[in-house]
C-alpha cells in the first residue's frame, strides 16, 4: 500500500469509531471511502448492526458484497452518520466533490445526515478551494445552456469524458468540470450554481461536514465544525 493508500486507511479506521449500534450509515463512493466501507464490513462481521445507505451504484454493489445490508436512499428520512471522501477541503471544512461523478446522491445522502464525516489524505488539504475543478452534474438538453451560465460566472466548463464517451452519472446525467481558478467565496458560487436551471448538483459542498478527519503520516488530525 502506498502512503495515500495508508493515510486514508488510517483516516478511516478513526472515523467508523463514531458509529453505533443501531446506527443507519450513508457510505461514501471512492478510493477513499472503499477503507471506510470495508472498516465498516469488519465491524459488522463482529457484531455491529447498521443499516447502510449508498452514494452510488458502485459503492451498493460494494456494500452488499461484503455483507452490509442497506436501505434504499429514497427510503431513509434521516440518517445519523455517513462517511465519505473529498477532492479537496479547506480548514472551514467546504469541500468540492464529485470526482467519481457522485456527488449528486452524496449531496442528499450528506443533506440527511447528523454527523457527515470526511476523511482523506493529507494531499487533500487547500488553503483555498479551485485547484480541483468543480464537478457540475448536468441534465443532458441543458447543457450548452449551463455552459453559457458557468462562462457568466467566469467559470470554464468542460464535459467529461470516459472512454472516448461523455461520462454518465448514475442518475444518467452528464457532468461538467468548471474552472473557476481558486475560489474566494465558496458560498455564493454554491449558490449561483443553484439557480442555475439544467444543474442537478454541484460538487461544492459548504457547510455540510460536521468533521474532516484527514490521516497525515501515521497519524490523524481533525478538523471540525467550531
Ligand atoms: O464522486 C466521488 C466522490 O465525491 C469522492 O468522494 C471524491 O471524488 C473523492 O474520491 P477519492 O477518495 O477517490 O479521492
Known amino acids: 500500500m502506498d502512503n495515500r493508500d495508508l493515510e486514508k486507511q488510517i483516516a478511516a479506521r478513526e472515523a467508523v469509531k463514531f458509529i453505533r449500534q443501531n446506527d443507519i450509515v450513508g457510505l461514501g463512493t471512492g478510493s477513499t471511502a472503499f477503507f471506510a466501507i470495508q472498516e465498516i464490513a469488519l465491524l459488522v462481521k463482529n457484531g455491529l448492526k447498521i443499516k ?73 488539504l487547500v488553503k483555498q478551494l479551485g485547484k480541483f475543478k468543480v464537478p457540475v452534474e448536468v441534465v443532458p438538453l441543458a447543457l450548452n445552456y449551463v455552459l453559457q451560465q458557468l462562462a457568466e460566472l467566469n467559470g470554464k466548463g468542460e464535459v467529461r469524458m470516459k472512454d472516448n464517451a461523455r461520462f454518465i452519472t448514475d ?41 474532516v478527519i484527514m490521516g497525515k503520516g501515521t497519524q490523524t488530525i481533525i478538523y471540525a465544525k467550531n
Open 52 to 124: 447502510g445507505v449508498p452514494t452510488s451504484e458502485n459503492t451498493a454493489a460494494l456494500a452488499v458484497s461484503l455483507g452490509i445490508e442497506l436501505l434504499p436512499l429514497e427510503e431513509v428520512k434521516g440518517i445519523d452518520i455517513t462517511i465519505d471522501g473529498a477532492d479537496e477541503f479547506d480548514e472551514q471544512l467546504n469541500l468540492v466533490k464529485g470526482g467519481g461523478g457522485a456527488l449528486f446522491r452524496e449531496k442528499i445522502v450528506a443533506s440527511l445526515t447528523k454527523n457527515e464525516i470526511i476523511i482523506a489524505d493529507s494531499g487533500k
Open 171 to 211: 442518475n444518467h446525467n452528464i457532468i461538467v468540470d468548471a474552472d473557476f481558478g481558486l475560489i474566494t467565496d465558496a458560498t455564493g458560487l454554491a449558490e449561483s450554481l443553484n439557480r442555475i436551471e439544467g444543474v442537478l448538483a454541484h460538487g461544492l459542498f459548504v457547510q455540510l461536514a460536521s468533521k
